[in-house]
């Protein structure tokens, strides 16, 4: 069960990573405009905002993999718990305020590698 909440945890981290790419290098590009249904026009007036999310989503990842790196079990079981909460805690903010498909994207990974990590 420890090898599945890690696989979980880190599939979470790779995902924010990739949402790092998206918002900071992508935003107005092809790919990030069909991504967020974005124009370039309202792309390029919300590049700013966009690569700072993009920062957050990657200091998300890297507290994911520091749990998962992390030596002492139970400092990486806090750490785990931590991180995660925070991305569901966004996920359910983004989808209220954003697009309930965040809530699919981003908060439900979390919460069935939370639920994982809780059951070890």
């Not at 805690?89 to 919460?111: D, E, N, T, W």
């Amino acid at each position: 069960m420890n090898a599945i909440a890690n696989i979980l945890v880190a599939l979470v981290a790779t995902l924010h990573v990739y949402f790092l790419t998206l918002e900071m290098y992508f935003w107005t590009r092809p790919l990030g405009l069909k991504t967020f249904g974005n124009t370039p026009e309202k792309a390029a007036d919300s590049a700013v905002l966009a690569a700072n999310q993009g920062l957050y989503n990657g200091f998300l990842a890297a507290g994911l993999v520091w749990g998962l790196v992390q030596g002492n079990a139970a400092f990486a079981f806090q750490i785990k718990v931590f991180f995660l909460s925070c991305v569901i805690v966004a996920g359910i903010y983004g989808a209220a305020s954003v697009s309930r498909k965040i809530l699919f994207v981003q908060a439900m990974p979390a919460v069935l590698a939370l639920i994982c990590v809780w059951l070890v």
